[in-house]
Nanobody, 126 residues
Framework: VQLQASGGGLVQAGGSLRLSCVAS????????LGWFRQAPGKEREFVAG????????VYPDSVKGRFTISRDNAKNRLYLQMNDLKPDDTAVYYC????????????????????WGQGTLVTVSS
C-alpha cells in the first residue's frame, strides 16, 4: 500500500498550488481521505478531509475559503487546490486515508488515518 503525494513547490504569497495524491495497492473508494501538514517544530495539523463519496467535506477555519479538497475515485486520486497561499501555509503536506464505512464522519485526528503518503513540501514566500 502506497500513497504518493506530489505538487508541492515554492510559491509567492497569494499564489496557488494543486497537490495530488495517488494510491497504489489499495482502492481509495472505501476510505475517507485527508490532507494534513506539518511545519518545522509544530504538530501535524489537519487541513482538509473528504468522505468516501465526497458528500462530506471538512476544513479548519485556517484554510476555509482558500483550499478545496476533491477526489476522483475512478482514478484513485485525491487533490488539494490551494489558493491565496500565505507564508503560514508553509509546511510538508501529507495525504492520508482512513478505511471507513460509507456513513462515517470525516475525522480531523491523524490517529484515525491508517495510510500516509511521504509528504510534499510547500513553501510560501512573503
Amino acid at each position: 500500500v502506497q500513497l504518493q503525494a506530489s505538487g508541492g513547490g515554492l510559491v509567492q504569497a497569494g499564489g496557488s498550488l494543486r497537490l495530488s495524491c495517488v494510491a497504489s495497492g489499495i482502492s481509495l473508494i472505501r476510505h475517507n481521505l485527508g490532507w494534513f501538514r506539518q511545519a518545522p517544530g509544530k504538530e501535524r495539523e489537519f487541513v482538509a478531509g473528504i468522505s468516501r463519496n465526497g458528500a462530506r467535506i471538512v476544513y479548519p477555519d485556517s484554510v476555509k475559503g482558500r483550499f478545496t479538497i476533491s477526489r476522483d475515485n475512478a482514478k484513485n486520486r485525491l487533490y488539494l487546490q490551494m489558493n491565496d497561499l500565505k507564508p503560514d501555509d508553509t509546511a510538508v503536506y501529507y495525504c492520508a486515508s482512513d478505511p471507513a464505512i460509507l456513513t462515517a464522519p470525516v475525522s480531523t485526528s491523524p490517529e484515525a488515518y491508517d495510510y500516509w503518503g511521504q509528504g510534499t513540501l510547500v513553501t510560501v514566500s512573503s
